[in-house]
């Protein structure tokens, strides 16, 4: 990674440039994060990095000397140590390089350590050590140990100190684990750093810790910033930072500077661990999710099973619903939807739904999958989260249906509660009559009837509108909802469930009322008190756009009424006639009888529709059923192709009359 200063632009592979504000040489965020040895101080600053054309001002360190600036470039220093102010720079290299490690003797010296069953005794065999053995390996080793130890004995005694202030072991702990992180920076190999950040998360000493850790973090931003850890290390690096609480992730939201500088290196595995670092940065994870979503493209295919759930469960822990990766994800489904799981597609079904997502592909994989498999799945979980997907989706496949349906009657003796009315309710909502309908329904009423008692309210009158917005009218039913014990169930649940629970009654007592003939209701009473109603703006504001061709079109503006609430209607959205048109004159509600010359205009966003097709869902359906049995001539105006008219109003106008005329035939 380039570590920049004054105007130097350092440029990364072909799109990727980075350049310093003019003020930051002047504005630096000092911090206290320093070494007492020169080339290890570091100070916060701000980059702006240029990515195609994107630019983001990004956290970044410098690193500096005698009170100079370091510019870094793929790792190599571009300024060295300057010798005693004559200008001679001479390369600044480790001592560490030099030592002659031998690494059975240095095994020998973590088994010595590992054999101490007390820290005090750890500390007894450091001061017998030769310093010069204590390699860093092995410094990695007795740290692990002596917090290992510490751990176990506060686990056994609950709320012990085991370092009071004044004891004296208490400042030969500080100094004996200080010393040690020294030696661990002293090391070339970045995996021991990263060890060391990792067990700093296991240290439960409750004194004065800060000093070492902003040691050991120091080295290793350092190392990052340098270019000499891997991708896969510097995620790493990255997690063990977060770990450390408010110490360590300071540093995290500066580890981009490691994955830019190694972009090329990134493999399908490193694409993986940098989507695990987004949920651990704020202002650098656009900048990192950018980098995995480029390479993504060219790798998604060589993902296994376990990289696409990690990718999917981190999409949806950041919500982020407009990912340009989903579409690879599907793809990926289905070209390897043979050789998934049944829990695995579960999961990657049920991260699609969270994340609102379909395709193409997706409702390929599925209806492959549901026709190869038909009712021999395994997992009945899987079944009901394809049929929820479906719904949220408003995917109508007839392969995915039609043997869910019969999986459900050979299976329905072994389903859940929350299993049938997955699967159950879909095709009502869906508007789809089920293969075998009669014996579904009946499989159906049966299991309905026999846990009648674990449903819980709520989800029992959504089963039971699914019915009716099929045209079957679950009458067996009735004498067990319309009872005050159930009443009495309904308000159990949360106020605000209780109010929507209590509007769906009445949708299906009004809705028995008109369509089942020997439903001896209306079972309650009507509803006198005054709401107010949501409405969808975009339906409002189409109203409102096509309002002067409706006055042409019926030939004068009292002949139109927007936003018509129904008398003996239920209060609810569902029943609000977005205008009604009545040919006889001005809509007065006072004397209001149902006749055949009155049109009711439907405006029916993407969402009243089943995707990519000219069906209605099922509450639509009904709802236009409903009010066809009042007399009225119901028109349905799709709402895009209205907006897609706008601008044209013969081609609006002609629209509008076609409509009305198909619903006068």
Same mark, same amino acid.
């Given at each position: ?135 860093? =390996? @092995?410094?990695?080793? *007795?740290? $692990?140990?002596?917090?290992? !130890?510490? &751990?176990?004995? %506060?686990?056994?005694?609950? #709320? +012990? ?114 989507? =695990? @670092?987004?949920?651990? *940065?704020? $202002?650098?994870?656009?900048? !990192?999710? &950018?980098?995995? %979503?480029?390479?993504?493209? #060219? +790798? ?366």
């Amino acid at each position: 990674m380039a570590i920049v200063s004054g105007r130097f632009p350092i440029s990364f592979g072909r799109q990727l440039r980075i350049y310093s504000h003019p003020c930051l040489t002047r504005d630096f965020q000092w911090s206290s994060r320093c070494r007492n040895d020169d080339e290890k101080t570091i100070r916060n600053t701000t980059v702006f990095v240029q990515d195609g054309t994107s630019i983001e001002e990004l956290p970044a360190v410098v690193q500096i000397i005698s009170g100079e600036f370091q510019l870094f470039s793929n790792g190599k220093s571009q300024v060295g140590r300057r010798f005693e102010g004559l200008g001679l720079e001479i390369p600044q290299v480790s001592p560490n390089l030099f030592k002659n490690i031998n690494f059975e003797e240095e095994q020998e010296m973590i088994l010595g350590f590992m054999r101490c069953v007390k820290v005090g005794d750890i500390f007894k065999l450091l001061e017998i050590c030769p310093e010069a053995e204590v390699t860093p =390996s @092995v410094a990695l080793a *007795v740290i $692990k140990r002596i917090f290992e !130890l510490e &751990n176990n004995i %506060e686990y056994r005694n609950q #709320g +012990l100190n085991q370092y009071p202030d004044e004891s004296p072991l208490t400042f030969t702990r500080g100094a004996v684990i200080k010393r040690l992180v020294e030696i661990v920076c002293g090391t070339s190999d970045p995996q021991n750093l990263i060890d060391a950040l990792r067990a700093m998360g296991r240290d439960n000493y409750q004194g004065d810790k800060l000093k070492y850790l902003e040691t050991l973090c120091t080295e290793c931003i350092v190392m990052i910033t340098e270019g000499k850890m891997r991708v896969n290390q510097v995620c790493d690096a990255a997690k063990a930072f977060y770990n450390l609480g408010n110490v360590g992730s300071r540093y995290v939201e500066q580890v981009w500077i490691g994955i830019t500088e190694k972009a090329e290196e990134i493999k399908e595995k490193e694409v993986c661990n940098i989507m =695990s @670092v987004l949920p651990l *940065v704020k $202002k650098s994870r656009k900048h !990192l999710y &950018n980098i995995a %979503e480029r390479k993504m493209g #060219g +790798l998604w295919y060589k993902l296994n099973c376990e990289d696409v759930l990690r990718v999917l469960h981190i999409l949806v822990q950041l919500k982020m619903t407009n990912s340009r990766m989903l579409p690879m994800l599907s793809r990926w489904t289905n070209l390897n939807i043979h050789a998934l799981t049944e829990g695995n597609l579960r999961w990657i079904v049920y991260s699609f739904m969270s994340l609102n997502y379909s395709n193409a592909d997706m409702q390929k994989a599925l209806s492959r999958f549901m026709k190869a498999k038909k009712v021999n799945i395994n997992d009945p979980s899987l079944v009901a989260v394809i049929m929820d997907y479906c719904v949220k989706m408003r995917i109508r496949s007839q392969d995915i249906l039609n043997n869910a349906g019969e999986y459900f009657i050979k299976n329905s003796q072994i389903l859940t509660v929350p299993q049938i009315n997955s699967i159950c309710r879909s095709y009502g909502l869906l508007n789809y009559d089920p293969p075998n309908a009669a014996t579904f329904f009946l499989a159906f009423e049966m299991h309905l009837d026999a846990k009648f008692v674990q449903f819980p309210p709520d989800i029992m009158i959504d089963l039971l509108l699914s019915c009716v917005y099929l045209g079957r009218y679950p009458l067996n039913f009735v004498k067990k909802v319309f009872n005050p014990y159930f009443f009495d169930k309904v308000h159990t649940l949360e106020s605000s469930d209780v109010r929507l629970t209590r509007t769906k009654l009445k949708v299906l007592d009004k809705a028995l009322c008109l369509e089942a003939p020997s439903y001896n209701g209306p079972m309650l009473p009507r509803d006198h008190s005054a709401k107010s109603f949501w409405r969808d703006a975009r339906i409002m504001r189409c109203v409102n756009m096509i309002r002067a061709l409706l006055v042409e079109i019926v030939g004068t503006e009292e002949r139109i009424t927007p936003s018509a609430v129904l008398p003996n209607f239920p209060g609810t959205e569902l029943y609000i006639i977005d205008c009604i048109i009545d040919m006889a004159g001005k809509l007065s509600f006072q004397s209001f009888k149902w006749s055949n010359n009155k049109y009711a205009l439907l405006i029916h966003p993407p969402e009243h529709y089943i995707l990519n097709e000219d069906i209605l869902v099922g509450p639509q359906a009904m709802r236009k059923r409903h009010l066809a049995l009042c007399g009225f001539k119901v028109v349905s105006l799709r709402y895009e192709t209205l907006l897609k008219n706008r601008m044209y109003p013969d081609l609006l106008k002609n629209y509008i009359e076609k409509e009305m005329k198909e619903a006068t035939l």
